[in-house]
């Protein structure tokens, strides 16, 4: 059963993207450099001007305030934001009390200021931060780019049992052909003006 939807959505050089995403499905997005993979993230997360209508669970996206539609619809950029000093400012409603093993954090983790993590420890714990939100459908920009390889493996499996056993609808922008392997339900590519199913995906 579909449950993000797109249809013919333009943004940036991108044109007539239609795509339908069900729940706890995992589709992988590449393409060159530019190409508006980003941009197209932002557009479903309601942060990026577009053509074309956006639907969740047959909601459509200019229905309801930015904020409601953000609260269902998860983003984790490339480069997260953080705004307070101490890394559990982040974590309302005691998320930090239930921190997976898998992340590879300490207990006092909560404690830490923001300042101190790496970019790789960063990705991590904004994964976590959006899945507290218990969102309905998740957009990931390269959420393991400044990972190791076994660590990287390791939150992949993580991300997708969550993915799974929550039903979230999910998008995820990888260039590595073996996590795509890995994690994709369907895999599509960016193609000039267009995106495009690749190995049969539909």
């Known amino acids: 059963m579909t449950h993000l939807l797109l249809e013919n959505v333009s943004v940036g ?38 053509g074309g209508v956006i639907s969740l669970a047959g909601a459509n996206q200019q229905s309801m305030p930015a904020h409601q539609w953000r609260s269902r619809v998860a983003m984790v950029p490339s480069d997260s934001q953080w705004w307070f000093d101490e890394v559990g400012g982040h974590f309302p409603d005691k998320g930090n009390e239930r921190l997976p093993s898998a ?30 939100l218990q969102p309905e ?36 922008v990888a260039h590595e052909p073996a996590q795509i392997h890995r994690v994709a339900d369907a895999h599509y590519q960016i193609h000039g003006t267009r995106l495009e199913p690749v190995n049969g995906s539909d």
């Open 13 to 50: 050089d991108l044109s007539d993207v239609s795509l339908a995403v069900a729940a706890g499905q995992v589709i992988c997005l590449s393409g060159p450099s530019g190409s508006g993979k980003s941009r197209l993230l932002r557009a479903v997360a309601d942060l990026e001007p577009h």
């Open 103 to 132: 992340l590879g954090f300490p207990p006092d983790v909560m404690e830490w200021s923001v300042s101190r993590l790496s970019s790789g420890e960063r990705q991590r714990l904004a994964l976590w931060r959006a899945l507290v």
């Open 137 to 172: 459908a998740l957009l990931l920009d390269e959420p393991t780019a400044n990972l190791d390889g076994r660590t990287t493996e390791t939150v992949e499996r993580w991300l997708l049992e969550e993915i799974r056993q929550r039903q979230i609808a999910t998008l995820w």
